[in-house]
């Protein structure tokens, strides 16, 4: 062998260890990586329980609001502070929740609905719901609509525009 094939394989001995111990450390990073970023990331049904929940806190009394879906295969409850089957992370409070295929369930409480509705006045008196209703939404399907209703103060959810725009009705 040449004095310059040995040299080469000298290198080249000398450079696989410090090869696989570089892709080592790429995969660690890219395995880091991708559970922070799993972590960080929402799922459909969780955008979507936000962008509700944000229409039902900006929502004026007799209006009614369209909230298009980004997933499906859920299902979004409006539940009143005294419902039978009201989720623990609700605490007493009126809240919407979001159930998954997998039945992972995520609440956001709505702490300013009252259980009394108010007959007059109905900008300064907070939402309403009644503490033992819940209203139901099936999400079964990408861009599905959620209509989100407020008549004077009483609060619903629904994917029945008609629907909505009756209960927003003066």
Known sequence: MSKKGAVALEYLVDLIPRVIIFVGL??????????????????????????????IKQLQPYRAEKVFTTGDDYT?????????????????????????????TSCKRLTDVSKQCATSKCAASPMCFNPIDSNKVDI?????????????????ITDSETLCKGHAAK
């Open 26 to 55: 790429l995969a660690a990073l890219a395995v880091l990586f991708n559970v922070v970023v799993k972590q960080a990331a929402t799922s459909p049904a969780e955008d979507d329980l936000n962008r509700v929940f944000e229409k």
């Open 76 to 104: 979004l409850v409006l539940y009143g502070q005294e419902h039978l089957d009201l989720p623990e992370q609700c605490s007493k409070a009126a809240c919407l929740c979001v159930t998954d295929s997998k039945g992972k």
């Open 140 to 156: 079964d399907s990408v861009r599905k609509p959620v209509y989100v209703c407020r008549h004077c103060t009483k609060l619903m």
